[in-house]
């Protein structure tokens, strides 16, 4: 398996002026990705301009305690998909805030007749890796970020709550697990998002897989 991890001394040779994400994790490896995969996450967004990405939740399946887990985090703002969904309309859309060296995602999954499900997260190029992704009540991911057979494929390394200038670690048995969304592209100008979430007790709880297509 081709992994190439975040390293701070390849981070150095990329340009001054490159996107985040080509920086983290080093130039060896941003050429490694198909184009499509480099332009989607290179592109730097002017201020107040989104890049959105449309298509749907092939599937998610999810255990009895992966369903737990995604109602437990509807106190964080309901990060994790809290339904077994298939064949889902769905959207993502992504902000710069320069300002504040941030991207703003929001992610929409909508089922006919009902109101959709509205995921929204901040990542910050900040931390000890260089990449945090922030979301409801102060709690947070720090992730790693690797190119992995040409797809990128961001991981949690570890849990943590925020309240005010105080940040407080948590341990891994009180969170869902590690992690780990794969970012892959596809054909006919297509890309996917693999999302799972593997417990230390129970293994994997949560997997979902999306299609988009570039839109704008």
Known sequence: MLAVPISSS?????PASCSPFRRLVGESAWELPPRAVRHRFGRLL??????VFIGEVAATTMTKTGWLWAQ????????LPLKRLSHTPAAVLVTEDTASDMQLWTRIYHEPGRLPQVIRSMKRFAGPTGLEECVGAGFGMVLSVTVEHRCLVFRSEEYFWRFGDQRVRIPR?????RIEVI??????????????VDHPWFGRIIEQVAFFRDAL
Do not use: I, W, Y
Not at 46 to 51: D, Y
Not at 173 to 177: C, D, E, I
């Open 10 to 14: 390849k981070a150095h040779h990329a």
């Open 46 to 51: 002017a201020p107040g301009e989104s890049a």
């Open 72 to 79: 437990v985090a509807r106190l964080m703002g309901a990060p």
């Open 173 to 177: 048995p009180l969170t869902p697990g």
């Open 183 to 196: 970012h892959r592209e596809e054909r006919a100008g297509q890309f996917s998002f693999s999302l799972n």
